[in-house]
């Protein structure tokens, strides 16, 4: 199993407050990615990272910002939580390039945010 | 943008049967990926195809790379109730500097034992 750890791995928290989530590897990869996912709408990027204090938006950033300060961790905060970010969030990692094994994402357990 | 169509949605099968699922995609694609889900759980990696008409089996599953280029298929032999959980397509262009993946919206695959 690649090495990737989310925490928190639940949490409830109230609308207008600030949330962060952090995604950590162990695999020295330089590609991260922050997903959610929503039933009907499969796996939807939000943001992702190739490199360190290298970031880029996904399809879904609005409301969400990113930093990855060391190539081992990426976290994802949300500025004021809404109810519509009630989710699961998962990030991913991959060593990254043009073609081949190289994009192979590997996910990591995922963390459920309810926002109330 | 680049779309996956992945079917069916769902299937409710009897433990033993085979199972067929696919993704089509309105664009081409170099890399296509397959993972499973399980219920509380991350994606995981099942599949990688790397080339045009490429067969790959991993136990009891094998995918194909469509020779089109814009299709995956994924067959599960025997199913087992284990294989019960949701199945996604993942697509990769690979142009420019873009790595990130193109996702089907996955099968929900229940077997009855």
């Known amino acids: 199993d690649a090495g990737i750890t989310q925490s928190p791995r639940h949490k409830v928290t109230e609308t207008g407050t600030p949330v962060t989530l952090r995604c950590h590897q162990t695999e020295n990869h330089r590609y991260m990615y922050w997903y959610r996912q929503d039933p009907g709408h499969g796996l939807r990027l939000i943001h992702y990272?190739?490199?360190?204090?290298?970031?880029d938006k996904g399809e879904v950033s609005d409301g969400y910002s990113v930093s990855r300060s060391k190539t081992e961790d990426f976290l994802l905060t949300l500025e004021s939580a809404t109810s519509s970010q009630t989710s699961v969030y998962f990030c991913?990692?991959?060593?990254?390039?043009?073609?081949?094994?190289?994009?192979?994402?590997?996910f990591g357990p995922g963390t459920r945010l309810t926002v109330l | 943008g680049q779309q996956l169509n992945q079917s069916p949605q769902s299937m409710f099968i009897q433990e033993g049967e085979d199972v067929s699922m696919n993704c089509t995609s309105s664009s081409i694609f170099n890399t296509w990926l397959w993972y499973k889900q399980d219920p509380g759980e991350g994606p995981v990696l099942l599949i990688a195809l790397y080339k045009a008409g490429e067969l790959t089996s991993n136990g009891r599953l094998t995918a194909q790379f469509g020779i089109t280029r814009k299709d995956s298929f994924l067959n599960i032999s025997a199913s087992i109730p284990s294989d019960v959980g949701i199945y996604f397509c993942?697509?990769?262009?690979?142009?420019?500097?873009?790595?990130?993946?193109?996702f089907g919206k996955g099968t929900l695959l229940t077997v009855n034992p």
């Open positions: 990272s190739y490199g360190v204090k290298d970031t």
């Open positions: 991913a990692i991959s060593e990254g390039g043009k073609r081949g094994a190289l994009n192979e994402q590997f």
């Open positions: 993942a697509g990769h262009y690979g142009g420019g500097s873009n790595y990130k993946l193109t």
